[in-house]
T-cell receptor, first 109, second 117 residues
Framework: RKEVEQDPGPFNVPEGATVAFNCTYS??????FFWYRQDCRKEPKLLMS???SGNEDGSFTAQLNRASQYISLLIRDSKLSDSATYLC??????????FGRGTSLIVHP | GAGVSQTPSNKVTEKGKYVELRCDPI?????LYWYRQSLGQGPEFLIY????????DSGLPNDRFFAVRPEGSVSTLKIQRTERGDSAVYLC???????????????FGQGTRLTVV
């Protein structure tokens, strides 16, 4: 079993739609969680950290469920510019970011 | 520099040759990571440096791969006897600190696209 698992998609949604991605992780001792965004042929960039109490950043909401070992990302009112690959990241131990394979999102007009 | 810099941006080499990939992290960042990314996959961890020392090299696929960071800043990933399966984008990332850092962001370079022909 992979350490971090994501549905690769693609998720193909119209502008304005709400879309949610889930990610599961295998190491119950993991302490730090993130979502990164990666555009085509570009490097990954931090989208947001994920906190135990859940957190929002604009139209993005991240949730962590430690008991079930999954992380979610909700995107509301999706925009064309949200089209990208979203990478779930869990820190191995406390310091090595471990990436899922990414979920591809395509937002169309 | 302002961000993580990787050189070269592209490298084409013949099977069996030796290559070196360079990473210049953000100034002051003590933690440095190397990853490899193949098409349609997420970045795969290779090695982690804390300062000059390789704190975790468990991701290196075999002994053809080696990395150094002699002065705790610039790092070089070295691949001997390259194989076609080594073709991928090699990404370097740095963060302000490593162990015990909690939610410290890792900043990535734009990567080196290695093609072994």
């Amino acid at each position: 079993r992979k350490e971090v698992e994501q549905d690769p998609g693609p998720f193909n949604v119209p502008e304005g739609a709400t879309v949610a991605f889930n990610c599961t992780y295998s190491n119950s001792a993991s302490q730090s969680f993130f979502w990164y965004r990666q555009d085509c042929r570009k490097e990954p960039k931090l989208l947001m950290s994920v906190y135990s109490s859940g957190n929002e950043d604009g139209s993005f909401t991240a949730q962590l469920n430690r008991a079930s070992q999954y992380i979610s990302l909700l995107i509301r009112d999706s925009k064309l510019s949200d089209s990208a690959t979203y990478l779930c990241v869990v820190n191995k131990g406390s310091y090595i970011p471990t990436f899922g394979r990414g979920t591809s999102l395509i937002v169309h007009p | 520099g302002a961000g993580v810099s990787q050189t070269p941006s592209n490298k084409v080499t013949e099977k069996g040759k030796y290559v070196e990939l360079r990473c210049d992290p953000i100034s002051g960042h003590t933690a440095l990571y190397w990853y490899r990314q193949s098409l349609g996959q997420g970045p795969e961890f290779l090695i982690y440096f804390q300062g000059t020392g390789a704190a975790d090299d468990s991701g290196l696929p075999n002994d053809r791969f080696f990395a150094v960071r002699p002065e705790g800043s610039v790092s070089t990933l070295k691949i001997q006897r390259t194989e076609r399966g080594d073709s991928a984008v090699y990404l370097c990332a740095s963060s302000l600190t490593g162990e015990g850092a909690g939610n410290t962001e890792a900043f990535f370079g734009q990567g080196t696209r290695l093609t072994v022909v």
